[in-house]
């Protein structure tokens, strides 16, 4: 291998609306705010309070989510791809009065407004069981067995912010015009009756004949034409939902040379993660304008949307279960996928890296390993402690200074952060070398570089399920 040389999005915009929709949206809300007074029990779902059930938007057709599975005090709602999970299932806890609180499975915390907000677009979150009036909601119908979730504090509804149809969509509240991001489907999953079959937990591209193969593919982003290298499964299933790997090259590298492993051959291809993955993984070379990663106005993190559409759309991918990695310039990139696609993405591994592509965001948690030499003079070890830092505070992982190796001691130090929220640790490998993709093991030939660097990131990849 060749060394190198939360602004949340608006809310549906209602303006352009016939005057007479809006009046029958202020005549629902004025309604609603009668009824929550003395609410009256939805007809459209009957609630037993010993069943679980997974709530479905009306307008994205994706599951109420406990982002990542956390259970902390203050984690975020969204929405995801519907796959039955624990984080995925609720129950209701009667509060009186036709209201409910609305427990987590996972976690055993409530859904709750923030704050006690009253505001549009007041956050969505998980927390500890008080009964407050904030953790209160009641059912209103909607037509087609849907229901509102209507909170006793604010008289508004949960709704998924400006009708999004992503994953990691956030879940708000919003004044009450019955909008189809603010319905949803009450699915009993706990062995009662479910009116719908449980879909894969896949994406879209489940379930259909695959529309992309192995090989180079060009797709056009941002108005510009790009490439990238797809490495499929060679017993690939279109019902079993795959990882997807992210490898972006170093300066001066290739798609060619990330996809074949270049000087180190196979053993070394896509970082080593086509041999660890073993027929598991879905993995992607991108290629960087100028053989590099600028990065300019966003353009790299657009393509990386880009692809992910694409890929998505045509194989069977698990979006829970994407990755970035990347050497030198291609870990300046997957550091610049954690600031500004955390919510994405389920972790990166950045090995010799620096700021040099940007980072827009970085203020969300992120499963996040660097891996660093100490005696790099490229790009020098303090700036990968700093990458690795901001993710230990993102993720809020107890700071620390870890044990590094001697110099001339040819071995390597790995140390996992504690502390960190659950289901995002930072992982840190500091080794005795220079600029190159991995610990030395006794040697500076590459072979051994590879042995310990690509078993160590795929075990960090792997341990999300």
Known sequence: MKALGEARPASRQRSGWRSGLAAAAAAVMATSTLVA????????????????????NRNSGK??????SATNDGARISQWTRNNGVNQQWQFVDSGGGYYRIKSRHSGKVLDVSGFST?????????????????????????????RLINRNSNKAIEVQGASTADGGNVVQYADWNGTNQQWQLVRVDGGTDPTTPPPSGGSGCGKAPALASGTHTIQSNGKTRTFILRVPANYNNSNPYRLIFAFHWRGGTMQEISSGGTSGTPWSYYGQQEQSNN???????????????????EDITFVDDMISRI???????????FALGFSWGGGMSYAVACARANAFRAVAVISGGQISGCSGGTQPIAYFGLHGISDNVLGISGGRALRDTFVRNNGCTAQSPREPAAGSRTHVTTTYSGCRAGYPVQWAAYDNGHMPGPVDGTYAESGITTWTKGEIWRFFAQFS
Not at 121 to 147: C, E, K, P
């Open 37 to 56: 007074v003395n609410a009256a029990p939805a007809t459209a779902a009957t609630v037993d309070t010993n069943a679980s059930y997974v709530l479905v």
């Open 63 to 68: 599951a109420l989510d406990l982002y990542a």
């Open 119 to 147: 505001a549009d677009g007041g956050a969505i979150v998980q927390w500890s069981d008080l009964n407050g009036t904030n953790q209160q909601f009641r059912l209103a119908d909607s037509d087609g067995g849907y229901v």
């Open 280 to 298: 598991t993984a879905i993995l992607v070379a991108p290629q960087g304008f100028g053989n590099g990663w600028g990065n300019s106005g966003g």
């Open 312 to 322: 998505e759309s045509s194989l069977c991918v698990n979006p829970r279960q994407r």
